[in-house]
């Protein structure tokens, strides 16, 4: 996970544990650039969740769907993944490495009320070949026989046993007679599968949201899983097309013309919002009606009148600066000014009798009255503009 250039390494564990719990909000706090990978589960963190307790919040969750089948094949990596309609968010997870140890398995969550007994303490694995490696390259320094399951894919002579032994602080090391290299034994007979599940339901939780199906992997691993998470993504965004908010002519604004002109200091024929429709603590909606006595269309093509993209992002800016000055208690007595404008793109004309829907959202919480957010301008479902604009509060000397 990266924002704002801080980076957070090996999620997937956490991340199941909050899907397997169906968290949607939390905060957690690290002093280093991973979490610690306890015994090599999700486990300990379900039960550190649910000391904690969880409350249940007001708002709807928002779930992606899968309304019809569709499939995936990452072919570098040889895994293949299915999603499917279904009643309740179900996995299944098929793996095979022609391993005599391992053989084929399968393992399958259908509820994911059954995820923190049936899967959430299942270990992560690796092959002997692959730890020798990683030791090799002074890597897995956290690692432990008592946080991975490591399946013995080769023959090991007892002077080899002892020197794992020592690389790992143990006063000596095993082979158990299912092949697997450690001094504890498996916690079900198809953990490595069991696991695997574990992954993909971490990995998906890179979404942000839960999903409302039945997805079947064959061979799945992290790369293949984001691969997967990424495509799932690109179909949610593609069915989000449209606003998030649903204008109904006859509803009464939280903001009308005069009291957005009592907060704002523009004025017409500079004030470009004629309403604010919703607002919450990370997010606003605007509106404004695009209609052919606005002045700048007596230069701008005239002929061919085309509200001016600048002017766009101006109004939604002054849809932000109604939320940034609505977090201070005296509102008219700061002032509103650009600090920066990103990634802005113009998708669509918008011309004389269009509506201009504007979302904004909150990227990150203010702090020192800087307010960053992304913004989404719409007419009917089609979106026109988008950008990413950075404004600072300062008060009126």
């Known amino acids: 996970l990266e924002q704002n250039g801080v980076r957070i390494f090996t999620v997937e564990h956490t991340l199941a544990a909050l899907a397997g719990l169906e968290i949607d909000n939390v905060l957690i706090e690290l002093d280093n650039s991973e979490p610690p990978i306890m015994d090599g589960s999700s486990g300990e963190f379900m039960d550190a969740l649910l000391s904690v307790g969880t409350v249940e919040q007001e708002e709807d969750r928002v779930v992606f769907t899968i309304d019809q089948s569709f499939s995936f094949e990452d072919k570098e990596k040889d895994a293949r993944f299915m999603a499917m309609p279904a009643d309740e968010f179900k996995v299944t997870v098929m793996i095979d490495y022609n391993s005599p ?23 992560t694995f690796c092959f002997l070949h692959e730890l020798e490696y990683l ?9 432990d026989l008592d946080n991975a399951i490591v399946v013995v894919d080769r023959v090991m002579e007892d002077d080899e046993i002892t020197h794992l032994a020592k690389l790992f602080n143990k006063p000596k090391v095993k082979i158990e007679k299912e092949g697997i290299l450690n001094n504890v034994s498996l916690r079900h007979k198809n953990e490595p599968a069991r696991h695997k599940l574990l992954d993909v339901v971490g990995d998906l939780a890179l979404l942000g949201i839960p999903i409302k199906g039945h997805i079947v992997a064959q061979k799945p691993g992290h790369a293949s899983n984001v691969a997967f998470a990424k495509h799932v993504k690109k179909m949610i965004k593609d069915k989000k097309a449209g606003p998030a908010y649903t204008y109904d002519p006859g509803a009464t604004p939280l903001y009308d013309t005069q009291k957005i002109a009592s907060i704002l ?7 470009l919002v004629d309403k604010i429709m919703e607002m919450s603590d990370n997010h606003v909606v605007g509106l404004k009606n695009v209609t052919m006595n606005e002045p700048f269309f007596q230069g701008h093509f005239p002929g061919n009148p085309v509200m001016p993209g600048v002017l766009q992002i101006e109004a939604m800016a002054q849809t932000g600066g109604i939320f940034a000055l609505n977090t201070v208690p005296d509102p008219q007595n700061y002032w509103t000014y650009f600090i920066k404008i990103d990634n802005v793109k113009f998708k669509k004309m918008v011309v004389p009798g269009d509506t201009l829907i504007f979302e904004l959202k909150l990227l990150m919480p203010i702090r020192r009255g800087i307010c960053h957010m992304k913004g989404t301008a719409y007419v009917g479902d089609q979106a026109v503009t988008e950008g990413e604009l950075m404004a600072q509060l300062v008060k009126k000397t």
């Open 101 to 123: 140890v391992l053989g084929t398995q399968h393992a399958t969550l259908n509820h994911i009320s059954e995820f923190k007994d049936e899967i959430s303490t299942s270990r």
């Open 135 to 143: 030791l090799n390259q002074n890597l897995i320094k956290g690692g």
């Open 265 to 271: 200091p523009h004025k017409p024929p500079f004030l």
